[in-house]
């Protein structure tokens, strides 16, 4: 009995950490009181099939630029790449809005769910992108070289890469799901509505908690059935991997046309705004950037104090529980809570603070709790691919348990960690609707500024404060990661 108690206390801190990340959920949930007959079948229609069509559009997408990228080696591979994760440090919209001012391009008058879903889909794209790439790592070198000598292409997709990346085609298409149902700009722009939408225009115009619970309930209940479903083909992508594989050898080949998409959305939008701007500098009125460098500043900052704290407190709570067999419980858990948009874990986070007396909610406790989940998963995938060898020769050093793992075990992990930390940066730098709940009245951000601007500034104005906000997005995401590289650095 007496050996089993470590192993117990092992999963504690962590599940400590994930309850209290939940709390906003369990209280939504635990406080429905009925009023299913608020929802509004059109509104849940058009969310249910808005999601399905991006997320086909962003699995289809992924998939091809993920192969291209991960098999072929092309001149400009390593730009493609970059580009094609560089739509999640902007929401959808923002992408949109640059794309539609592109001149020649008559996109201002598109409408329609199905339009949306498409913008949205390739936005979204990184997603199923990402988890290809992690996929063709875990690939045996030998077998897929096995295969290029014995079958065609095409065989060779259908026989053997497609049956092997099941599993992160299908959590990435089941992710994306739950991500465009939490999805609210997109719908207002492209003029329909959806629950989330019907869920935020509530709570903006109410700011009542209990009038928002039976339009969150439904959304909230289907996104955690979706989660629980993505998180096992997620977490055999990520996890089951031998440490150290080296996967799919590229092969040389002309720059595919086909790994352009997303990489595109990127350089047409940034165009767009762009030349928006550019159509107002010769005129007697120069360009009005609406910023302020407080702005700036609360907008640069919150971002990366939210990854560094939420990774601390991943890592801290994970660590101990690295080796235990309910991880991958505790690793579906957070992604749940990932799972969950933004903006409802703020409504949940509200109601907590109502009853405890109405102490203000500030939009980091938010971002913070969303982060926790994804940053644990990150600490996890980079401690798979940890030779074991690494930690069993730390074991025989002559420190305390945690100096060995600040010392020996966690620095290697350092460059993954920075990739976290940019990640949870730049998901929390593009969110509009927690700072639109949250931010007391005189306050601002950056991303919310642009949307209000986009609504009736001068296209000129729009520009030049998306130009702005993108180059904010740049710079969070790069402080964010120099935090785990600097200690890493520190170290030795």
Same mark, same amino acid.
């Given at each position: ?14 599940a400590?950490?994930? =309850? ?5 959920? &369990? ?16 509104? &849940? ?27 072929r080696?092309? *001149? ?6 970059v580009?094609s994760?560089? $739509? ?17 391009? $008559? ?22 992108? !990402?988890?290809?790439?992690?996929g ?6 030998n ?33 994306t799901?739950? !991500? ?20 935020v ?11 928002? &619970? ?6 909230v ?9 993505a998180?096992?083909?997620v ?7 031998? *440490?150290g ?33 550019? =159509? ?18 609360r ?50 986070w509200?109601?907590?603070?109502e009853?405890?007396g =109405? ?44 100096r ?15 990739a ?25 951000r ?25 180059? =904010? ?14 200690l ?5």
């Amino acid at each position: 009995m007496t050996g089993r108690i470590p192993r117990v206390l092992e999963i504690v801190p962590m599940a400590l950490l994930l =309850g209290i990340a939940s709390a906003p959920v &369990v209280f939504l949930l635990s406080h429905a009181r009925g009023g299913l007959s608020r929802l509004d079948v059109q509104s &849940v229609a058009n969310g249910g099939l808005f999601a399905l069509e991006g997320a086909a559009v962003a699995t289809a997408v992924g998939t091809i630029t993920g192969l291209l990228a991960g098999t072929r080696e092309f *001149r400009g591979r390593t730009w493609v790449t970059v580009l094609s994760v560089v $739509p999640v440090a902007a929401p959808p919209a923002f992408w949109w809005i640059g794309l539609s001012r592109m001149p020649l391009l $008559p996109l201002r008058s598109v409408a329609g769910l199905t339009a949306g879903a498409l913008v949205a889909g390739i936005a979204l794209s990184p997603v199923t992108f !990402l988890l290809v790439l992690a996929g063709l790592r875990e690939f045996a070198a030998n077998l897929y070289e096995a295969a290029r000598l014995s079958l065609s292409p095409v065989r060779r997709l259908r026989f053997v890469l497609l049956p092997l990346l099941r599993s992160s085609i299908v959590g990435g298409f089941l992710l994306t799901v739950t !991500l465009l149902l939490g999805e609210s700009e997109i719908p207002f722009l492209f003029g329909f509505r959806t629950v989330m939408t019907d869920a935020v225009t509530a709570f903006s115009q109410t700011f009542d908690v209990a009038e928002v &619970v039976p339009l969150a309930l439904p959304l909230v209940a289907i996104v955690l059935l979706l989660g629980m479903v993505a998180s096992r083909p997620v977490l055999r992508t990520l996890l089951s991997s031998p *440490r150290g594989g080296r996967g799919v050898a590229r092969k040389a080949s002309a720059t595919p046309l086909g790994a352009l998409a997303p990489a595109g959305l990127v350089v047409l939008s940034l165009v767009g705004y762009a030349s928006a701007l550019a =159509g107002g500098l010769g005129r007697p009125s120069w360009p009005k950037v609406p910023v302020t460098l407080a702005t700036v500043v609360r907008s640069l900052a919150e971002p990366v104090a939210c990854a560094w704290v939420a990774l601390a407190l991943s890592v801290g709570a994970a660590y101990p529980a690295r080796a235990s067999r309910a991880m991958p419980w505790l690793l579906s858990i957070g992604l749940l809570i990932f799972c969950i948009p933004a903006a409802i874990l703020g409504i949940g986070w509200i109601g907590i603070s109502e009853v405890l007396g =109405g102490a203000p909610v500030h939009t980091s406790v938010a971002h913070t709790t969303r982060a926790v989940g994804l940053a644990s998963l990150g600490f996890a995938v980079a401690f798979a691919r940890l030779p074991k060898s690494l930690e069993r020769a730390a074991r025989l050093v002559p420190l305390s348990p945690p100096r060995r793992a600040l010392s020996l075990v966690v620095p290697p992990l350092a460059p993954s960690f920075a990739a976290v930390a940019a990640l949870v940066a730049a998901l929390t730098y593009a969110d509009r609707d927690v700072a639109s709940i949250l931010l007391p009245p005189g306050s601002s951000r950056l991303m919310l500024d642009f949307y209000l601007e986009s609504a009736n500034a001068p296209s000129s104005t729009v520009g030049g404060m998306a130009l702005v906000v993108f180059a =904010g997005a740049v710079v969070t995401g790069a402080l964010a990661a120099i935090g785990p590289l600097a200690l890493w650095r520190s170290r030795g």
